[in-house]
């Protein structure tokens, strides 16, 4: 056998020389971590049942929703309110705090309880000489929620069903810390689907983690704790950044028993889109800058399917170019293989995460976003003022 293998290397070594075998070998490791992502990693999520979990309660707890609001919008208290208040779980309360001078719109939120009496709205005085952060607002919410179990969400978000809270009451179950999905709003044009792919691929990275028992973080529209916990971890963590509620705060109250993680289309909720790329671009330069504190191989898991592929990329079309007919065939044939596999695991990932129109694009994503995620990271370079306080 060893004969073999040695001659089979004298071959390769005979007909491309040792560049060549070289490139081989860089071919097939790359791929070999691609697949790893894809199968192994990735591949978890369209299975996974948060049922296998240990229960942890007898019963669906009382929910307390808080909804930090830094603006007078109407269109929540209009459309996105109604929503919540209409979902089918029978013990739930929304806390909204409202950050800002307006009285009569503070006024019109606490009319708003006479008809809906599980709405609480508590308001912190907006001053331009003290600027109040999300988790500021969120300690204000709090301490003024009238039960134990707290789903974090936002002014800017819907659910896509009747069944959000009730789904996601289910999974504290299983969890003290509870964590479901939020896409961006589906709108025309290529950008559009770029934002919800993008959107779609950073919270796959995160899941997988999560799934595997190895957590790092939620997102910040939709995920939940115990005010135990929170109490416990003395508040938000990074009081000097307005970030961090979400993957910070979250690392140092999570352990891969307490996390419970909640995969469902009905259990999802839908984020406003605000602008165009460049907006898109913004938020991921001002959430990515809280990535600099996560831990070492969460970082490494995080850089290295883009990096990777970006690599494998480069050395197949390196490949292509200069050598002979078989081996550009062979390299075809690794390219192949390799999008035969994505493409499945992107087709079963997006079922399960109720994403709709995404495969199609999922092409072009998949060639360009490497160099995306070099943009961004260096754009996380600048300071950004809008994290520190």
């Known amino acids: 056998m060893e004969v073999t293998e ?3 290397w004298e071959n390769v070594l005979a007909h491309y ?10 071919l097939v490791v790359l791929l070999c971590v691609q697949l790893w992502y894809y199968l192994f990693a990735y591949g978890r999520i ?9 229960q ?5 707890p009382p929910l307390s929703v808080i909804v930090p609001m830094f603006s007078e919008d109407a269109l929540f208290v209009e459309e996105r309110l109604p929503l919540m208040l209409a979902q089918e779980y ?7 705090v409202y950050v800002g001078r307006d009285n009569d719109f503070f006024e019109d939120l606490l009319r708003i309880r006479q008809s ?7 308001k912190i005085e907006q001053d331009a000489r003290f600027p109040i952060s999300t988790k500021m607002a969120l300690n204000v919410g709090i301490k003024s929620a009238h039960y134990e179990h707290l789903i974090v969400t936002s002014t800017d978000v819907r659910p896509l069903s009747d069944r959000w809270l009730a789904l996601m009451a289910k999974g504290f179950l299983r969890g003290d810390v509870v964590v479901g999905y939020c896409g961006l709003e589906r709108r025309r044009g290529l950008a559009d689907r770029w934002m919800r792919t993008d959107r779609m691929m950073e919270s796959v990275q995160w899941l997988a983690r999560a799934v595997a028992h190895r957590p790092y973080r939620g997102i910040r529209y ?7 916990l929170y109490f416990d971890a003395r508040g938000f963590s990074h009081l000097n950044m307005n970030i961090g509620e979400d993957d910070l705060f979250l690392q140092r109250i999570l352990r891969d028993d307490n996390l419970s993680v909640v995969l469902s289309p009905r259990a999802s909720v839908v984020q406003r889109v605000w602008g165009g790329l460049g907006w898109w671009t913004r938020q991921r330069r001002l959430y990515g800058a809280a990535r600099r504190y996560y831990p070492l191989a969460v970082r490494n898991f995080i850089r290295w399917e883009p990096g990777s592929r970006l690599l494998f990329f480069l050395a197949a079309a390196t490949a292509i170019a200069v050598m ?3 081996y550009k065939l062979a390299t075809a044939a690794l390219v192949l293989l390799r999008y035969g596999v994505v493409f499945a695991e992107i087709w079963r990932i997006t079922r399960r995460l109720g994403e709709r129109g995404l495969r199609g694009a999922y092409f072009v994503y998949d060639l360009l976003s490497p160099f995306y995620e070099m943009l961004v990271a260096l754009l996380c370079l600048r300071r950004d003022d809008r994290v520190w306080r």
């Open 324 to 326: 002979p007919l078989e």
């Open 90 to 96: 029978s013990d739930f309360e929304v806390v909204i």
């Open 222 to 228: 939709n995920f939940g704790f115990t005010k135990r």
């Open 116 to 122: 809906f009496p599980r709405v609480t709205a508590t």
């Open 46 to 54: 369209p299975g996974y049942k948060n049922s296998r979990r240990r």
């Open 56 to 60: 942890v309660l007898d019963a669906e």
């Open 6 to 8: 040695m001659t089979l």
């Open 17 to 26: 020389g040792w560049q060549g075998a070289a490139l081989a070998a860089v």
